[in-house]
């Protein structure tokens, strides 16, 4: 069973936009947290931007000012609005959803930055 699904990643111009988007199963309940994370090739996976279901939200210092964490509470749904894109943006994307102490990863998308 998928918990956690991601979409929207691509091939994208330095300078560009992508939009990403993740989709938790409606069969969780009580999410806290939800995130993404990316890690890129021979590096470990690192925090980009979280956001709690409050809507507080917390961004790496890279991506600060160019991405922006969005949730729909209603839909169990978050997305990841990439701004500015750096090649060094290039990595693959991954979901995180924390409920009820259990914590879900999506399988991840690949975003690649490139002209």
């Known amino acids: 069973q998928v918990h956690v699904a991601e979409s929207g990643g691509g091939l994208v111009q330095p300078g560009g936009s992508l939009r990403l988007s993740c989709a938790a199963s409606?069969?969780?309940?009580?999410?806290?947290?939800m995130g993404w994370y990316r890690q890129a090739p021979e590096k470990e996976r690192e925090l980009v931007a979280i956001i709690t279901s409050g809507g507080s939200t917390h961004y790496a210092d890279s991506v600060k000012g160019r991405f922006t964490v969005s949730r729909d509470n209603a839909e169990n749904t978050v997305s990841l609005q990439m701004n500015s894109l750096r090649p060094e943006d290039t990595a693959v994307y991954y979901c995180?959803?924390?409920?009820?102490?259990?914590?879900?990863w999506g399988q991840g998308t690949q975003v690649t930055v490139s002209s």
């Open positions: 409606r069969t969780i309940f009580n999410i806290n947290d």
């Open positions: 995180k959803v924390s409920a009820n102490l259990h914590v879900y």
